[in-house]
């Protein structure tokens, strides 16, 4: 590898049902407080700038041009990237790319999503949509009822409950009560989420994301000028991405994402580690099911034993391997460009020991899982002090 | 800079006004001809794909996934990158750098767009909204209008004149009478593009080129494997890209992209060459003012001097610096997605000695030049035998 390229600065709105706010200043706020978290950074050291994103949820075309312009970034590169969910991982790992080749030495990746300009039920057209069109939408498959299809798989095959399940959301709700970023800041009790309204069964409303608005930055420099940018730099030490087919019909199994998992075993190769040296992590719980996949995907444990991994309390701050110390989508909401960075973001200030009252013990090495689409695009980070 | 970066496989389907396919399919006919043209390649050995386009022309989103999906490139990742008319030529530069830092050895870059979905009224609109939608959009520029603004301030400047910017057209038109794959391949005079109808004063239709449908693909390679796939890799050597606000009320000059000329000058230093060691270059002229300001922008001639240049016929094969050989998008037509690497396939070619009777002797050094919307993106490429 060319050169080593390190986190140096971190910023995240809050993710709100509405924030009010046009895309350009979504995008400021969550540059600007990267900018600062930088401490010794200018816009004209930022040598590019990546604007991940999906397209369709707000009415601007090409947000890279306007953004760019707004956030004061011209001359410098600028461009969109889109892995629906895993947008801004995705750039995150462009970024790694530009700056290790050498084109760059800082780069700032912006992930943002605006949702609330939308019907719920345009959100749900622009869903069907990132499936395929031709063969599989039209036959009128949700993001839920996808993830419903495979929570029953787990459960049929592995004797998963859907105590388990509402167990992750409980989990979440106690990070969440402490991020005051987060769109959810109540703890919810396992009662509460079983009895909550069926969404697509086995899911219920508490097994679910929520659609939001947010922004976060991520800004990346190499090892030539990370440490003059930020005295502690937080360096990228493995990066994983692979696709499965997007149709759920063209599929193997339905109780991994074969993506997330390809992934993630290019990340240890690459950072040179095994999964139990993980001390914290972030997973793409856009439902309660997806956070158990991510822990078999990821190798946290055996296959089939993720229901019972956050049975036993081992993904909790203290137990084998802390998850979503955030409060994770489930609690934050889900912005899709906005999500891959927010996550990188609680990674950044774990390995900083900056999390507070959720900060896991002398966390040395960190890691990311973003998964666009149901299990088509998977993203995994990890991240080292 | 880590590692060298060669194209390996160049295709392209025919640009036509409906091609009368799905996406997926018009992808697939690029990429295969890029698989067979690379001779010693197989889908496997395909490291990652990196689709280009714009959204909204069609009705299916994330297209990568399945895209990816349908080239048989599952599980090797996959994601989409943007930037409106310059998004493969952007999709090229981070295919080199995910080479060049070592991540990747072959990726494969496909462009695409069908526009026949969308009337014409349609199009506009989406146009329309790749400009500032709270700023600018709702006054009523479409592209032609803005190009049209650009025209107008270079005639009053340098005194350019109509029938400058239809010799543009002409010469289109005579390279394009030889190339297949363009929509156009009928020679223009002078006179019928001065008498043709008024789009936006100062230019007529045959100063505008065409929506298409269309793809190319353009595959890359280090040089670790480069010389095993193709006995004669063309390299990447100087790489250029660079922003300027998207809204034209931003802008300093309406005589120059200055975007296009920073993303030139940046390809230069990167190549270590002057502008006058170009052989043959490839422009985006998706009006015939596009093409003088890309000659003056890439520093061919002096700036004001574009028209002087075609009118002194140095464009053409045997003058000083052959311009779209293959009649660029005035001919081709203009498929936004897929047009810069159709561009990288014509001085690829002209490298490799293979563009019959438009070949320019001992072609030894070609260069690309892509722009999205009216000078928001510009990036530049120098390629080398």
Chains 1, 2 share one sequence.
């Not at 700038?49 to 075309?61: C, F, G, H, V, W």
Request: a neutral charge.
């Amino acid at each position: 590898m060319a050169r080593n390229v390190a986190v140096v600065g971190i910023g995240q709105t809050s993710f709100t049902r509405a924030c009010g706010v046009s895309i350009r200043e979504l995008a400021f706020d969550a540059f600007k407080e990267a900018l600062d978290d930088a401490r010794n950074l200018g816009t004209k050291e930022i040598d590019a700038s990546i604007i991940a994103s999906a397209p369709e949820y707000d009415k601007q075309r090409s947000p890279a041009g306007l953004i760019a312009e707004y956030l004061g970034l011209n001359p410098q590169p600028t461009f969109c990237i889109e892995a629906i969910c895993a947008s801004s991982t995705v750039g995150i790992r462009n970024a790694w790319a530009l700056i290790s080749s050498g084109l760059h030495d800082v780069v700032a990746v912006i992930g943002f999503q605006k949702m609330s300009e939308l019907t719920s039920a345009e959100s749900q057209e622009r869903m069907l949509r990132g499936g395929d069109i031709v063969w599989e939408s039209p036959f009128g498959p949700t993001m839920p009822s996808y993830y419903a299809m495979l929570a029953q798989a787990h459960i049929n095959k592995f004797g998963t409950t859907e105590e388990q399940l509402a167990l992750v959301r409980k989990k979440s709700s106690r990070y969440g009560a402490t991020n005051h970023k987060a769109m959810f800041q109540k703890e919810v009790t396992v009662e509460q989420v079983l009895t909550s309204k069926v969404i697509s069964s086995p899911l219920k409303l508490f097994d679910c994301c929520s659609n939001a608005d947010g922004a976060s930055c991520t800004i990346l420099a190499s090892d030539k000028v990370a440490r003059k940018i930020n005295d502690t730099p937080i360096w990228i030490t493995g990066l994983g991405l692979a696709s499965a087919s997007m149709s759920l019909a063209g599929r193997d199994t339905y109780t991994s994402l074969t993506c997330a998992r390809n992934a993630a075993q290019q990340a240890y190769k690459m950072a040179k580690i095994k999964p139990k040296e993980v001390d914290v992590a972030q997973v793409h719980d856009c439902f309660t099911i997806a956070e158990i996949l991510a822990y078999e995907d990821l190798d946290f444990c055996p296959r089939g034993e993720g229901g019972k991994l956050i049975q036993n309390g081992e993904t909790y701050v203290g137990g084998k391997i802390p998850v979503n110390t955030d409060g994770g989508l489930l609690s934050k909401g889900h912005p899709i460009g906005a999500t891959g960075g927010s996550h990188v973001r609680t990674i950044v200030r774990q390995l900083r020991g900056e999390a507070g009252s959720t900060q896991v013990n002398n966390a040395e090495i960190g890691l990311v899982h973003n998964v666009g689409g149901a299990g088509i695009y998977g993203s995994v980070l990890i991240l080292r002090r």
